[in-house]
């Protein structure tokens, strides 16, 4: 079993930059791939960007590509994301995500573990 907890999340102005964690706990973390998901209120949960295992592959949601960077230790069984050029509309809760197939994270029913997420806030 894998324990996720995110830290990291706080009130921030449109072009500030916030850098959220995901600290691991258990088993094998270097054995999942991980991800970011985030839910706006009134919205679904959608997906933002995942890694895969050895940290050498990622992928993201278009929204958020070029400005968006996830990262992961597994000597320190930690997943990052930083996030710079923030926008009103990432205003979200930001959940991390453990997975077994990096190709379908996207989706989040194919995500194994949750954390318990953090609220990040971006002004106008």
């Known amino acids: 079993q894998v324990q996720l907890v995110e830290s990291g999340g706080g009130l921030v102005q449109a072009g500030g930059s916030l850098r959220l964690s995901c600290a691991a706990s258990?088993?094998?973390?270097?054995?999942?791939?991980m991800g970011w998901f985030r839910q706006a209120p009134g919205k679904e949960r959608e997906f933002v960007a995942a890694i895969n295992w050895n940290g050498g592959v990622t992928d993201y949601v278009d929204s958020v590509k070029g400005r968006f960077t996830i990262s992961r230790d597994n000597a320190k069984n930690m997943v990052c994301l930083q996030m710079d050029s923030l926008k009103p509309e990432d205003t979200a809760v930001y959940y991390c995500?453990?997975?077994?197939?990096?190709?379908?994270?996207?989706?989040?029913?194919?995500?194994?573990?949750w954390g318990q997420g953090t609220q990040v806030t971006v002004s106008s």
């Open positions: 258990g088993r094998s973390f270097s054995s999942y791939a």
């Open positions: 995500a453990a997975g077994r197939l990096f190709g379908l994270l996207r989706q989040k029913i194919f995500a194994d573990y």
